[in-house]
């Protein structure tokens, strides 16, 4: 039994199907990526995971606890960081205070959303997001909007936070290396809304951009994404 | 200082970087306070010299009068009298708008119910009604409260209604994702987030509640400030009106006192502009 099981879901959008039949099973534990072209439904189906949208057809099985972090932090502006990382939870301040701990952030817990900066911001919102201990941990593009270099350690936190809680983590985004770098497994939805490729990534832990075999399954799945792979020394997709 | 002049471009004029945007220093050193009590003085000074008894008393007329109507107790009375009834009416009126905003704003039957009809409600003149409320409610303190009660409700629901109405969805979802069912929407999201938009409404009601009480009292009454001023008027004596006029001046301004508090103390999450 996986922690998510999809069978034959389907989402359109005034008659244009963005989901058109997606079967999938993640794993307990397990870290997918879903990678696509913007607009190609995404979002969607890690929406319908989140149970933000009952719209789908099909059959959806996702775990009870489960959390997301979204592209922006959506903090709330008028709690204060600890508050907000306990929303919703009942005398959970001790585990609120040890999750801003996890995130390094424990200094910040009195202060306000707006004083944080974008990196901050999104720390707290992994910390609001595992100090529910999920069985799945739904990411929407939650590096997206963050600058090169604050990307760069929100990947080692994240690795080192999923490694210790272990949830299911369903990782959507456009980000070729981002995929290969912190997931076990890639998917690609194709714009015909069906996942075209479905990846292990057979890549030993710790590895980086020059481990043999990841420039190969880069160059493929950008292939399967529609870009060209460009001469050697540019990047693409970034 | 080694430049390296690689063109033969002349160095531009430079200005230090701090003095660009540098806050004028006029009055800066003062507490806030203090100026923003400054421009009011400087109005009594000129209205001092050029005032005359007759036709507008000058302040030190106005405060003999005000003392000698202390004295006597009369000026409490009075006193007391408007501020009951505005007390009375703005927490009606307050009340009543906050429940109809969030009945109209959370629910889309109360929406359908409650707003066109208070809309066409809000269209109506406050002070138009005053016959028909003399009517109903004789000529005691019911009408004058009713009427301020009724003239704060509308400020009050449009602004938190529409605020309500305002909140970012991305925060409900995120709320919902969270855990929290509809009364926690309401109580964590939604009624926080609609709390800017209630104290701009407060605002509005705090103004029109002494409006409506000014006309109210010298249509109508035996007690109040209002009263006060239009039996000075029988006697020409301007400086009983014109301390009827301060006294509400001086109320209005110490509502906006209580407005900015309450922002103060209520809106700390936003390090919005604050002013230059």
């Known amino acids: 039994m996986g922690a998510v099981v999809a069978e034959n879901v389907r989402r359109s959008f005034d008659g244009r199907e963005v989901l058109a039949g997606i079967d999938l099973t993640i794993g307990p534990g397990e870290f997918v990526a879903l990678l696509g072209r913007s607009g190609s439904g995404k979002s969607t189906l890690l929406r319908a995971m989140a149970g933000l949208d009952s719209g789908y057809t099909g059959r959806l099985r996702v775990p009870g606890k489960r959390s997301v972090v979204f592209q922006e932090h959506r903090l709330l502006p008028w709690k204060r960081v600890l508050d907000n990382v306990t929303l919703g939870l009942r005398n959970a301040t001790a585990q609120g205070r040890a999750a801003l701990g996890e995130v390094g952030l424990a200094q910040h817990e009195r202060a306000w959303p707006v004083t944080l900066s974008g990196g901050e911001a999104q720390r707290v919102a992994l910390a609001r997001a595992l100090v529910r201990e999920p069985d799945l941990l739904l990411l929407d593009e939650p590096f997206g909007a963050l600058d090169a270099l604050t990307r760069i350690r929100m990947h080692a936190l994240l690795q080192e936070l999923c490694g210790k809680h272990e949830p299911a983590v369903f990782l959507v985004t456009h980000d070729v290396d981002e995929a290969i770098l912190l997931a076990s497994r890639v998917l690609v939805l194709s714009a015909n809304g069906r996942l075209a490729l479905d990846l292990p990534v057979d890549l030993p832990a710790g590895r980086d951009r020059g481990t043999p075999g990841f420039a190969a399954l880069r160059a493929r799945l950008l292939t399967e994404l529609g870009v060209s792979e460009e001469p050697a020394g540019v990047s693409v997709a970034r | ?276």
């Open chain 2, 1 to 276: 200082m080694a430049l390296t002049q690689a063109t033969g471009a002349a160095a531009p004029p430079l200005v230090d970087a701090s003095a660009i945007h540098r806050p004028r220093t006029l009055l800066v050193k003062l507490p806030r306070p203090v100026r923003r009590a400054g421009g009011p003085l400087l109005l009594l000074l000129l209205w001092q010299l050029l005032g005359d008894g007759r036709i507008l008393a000058p302040p030190s007329a106005v405060l003999a009068a005000g003392w000698e109507l202390a004295e006597t107790g009369e000026l409490g009375v009075h006193l007391l009298a408007s501020l009951t009834r505005v007390a009375q009416g703005l927490a009606l009126g307050i009340a009543a708008g906050v429940l109809f905003a969030v009945l109209a704003g959370l629910f889309r039957s109360g929406e359908d119910l409650l707003d066109s009809s208070l809309q066409i409600l809000r269209a109506l003149p406050t002070l138009g009604l005053l016959p028909l409320v003399i009517i109903w409610f004789g000529v005691g303190e019911l009408p004058k409260v009713a009427l301020v009660a009724y003239g704060t409700m509308f400020p009050v629901y449009i602004n938190t209604y529409a605020a309500i109405r305002g909140v970012d969805a991305k925060h409900v979802e995120s709320g919902q994702t969270f855990g929290l069912g509809r009364a926690g929407l309401i109580r964590h999201v939604i009624l926080p987030g609609a709390v800017p938009g209630f104290l701009v409404g407060l605002r509005f009601a705090l103004t029109s509640s002494w409006l409506i009480m000014i006309i109210a009292e010298q249509l109508n009454a035996t007690s109040g400030i209002g009263y006060l001023m239009n039996q000075a008027q029988s006697w020409y004596r301007t400086d009983i009106i014109v301390l009827g006029l301060l006294i509400y001046g001086v109320l209005g301004l110490g509502a906006d006192v209580l407005v900015r508090f309450l922002e103060r103390r209520l809106l700390t999450w936003r390090h919005g502009f604050g002013g230059a």
